[in-house]
Nanobody, 125 residues
Framework: QVHLVESGGGRVEHGGSLRPSCGAS????????RSWFRQAPGKARKAAAS????????DYAARVKGRFTISQDRAQYTAYLQMDDLTAEDTAMYFC??????????????????WGQGTQVTVSS
């Protein structure tokens, strides 16, 4: 099994930045997507960003495009989410996820077989 652990969340003021990371261990071979989801209080978990591990191609939700950047360190099996120009609407629990499927369906939670525990991001208005 793949084990994922997020870190680097926290509290920032409007316009601030954070860069959570997601370490992976265990059976990491065959991972196709490394993705970040987020879940605000009382709302469903939604995909924010994803990176296809082989090519480095990235996908972003419309609400974060231009402000968030997903990246990876292949040697360290670590994914990052650089978040800039944060607003109160970005406040959520952020989850790292890994998939071993090849379909371009990165927004579907059912694609992912491994999830981290989540790291809280709070943006004050």
């Amino acid at each position: 099994q793949v084990h994922l652990v997020e870190s680097g969340g926290g509290r920032v003021e409007h316009g601030g930045s954070l860069r959570p990371s997601c370490g992976a261990s265990g059976d990491v071979h065959g991972t196709t997507y490394r993705s970040w989801f987020r879940q605000a209080p009382g709302k469903a978990r939604k995909a924010a960003a994803s990176i296809y591990t082989c090519s480095g191609e990235q996908d972003y939700a419309a609400r974060v495009k231009g402000r968030f950047t997903i990246s990876q360190d292949r040697a360290q099996y670590t994914a990052y989410l650089q978040m800039d120009d944060l607003t109160a609407e970005d406040t959520a629990m952020y989850f790292c996820a890994a998939s071993d499927r090849r379909a371009h369906a990165w927004t579907l939670a059912s694609m992912y077989h491994a999830w981290g525990q989540g790291t809280q991001v709070t943006v004050s208005s």
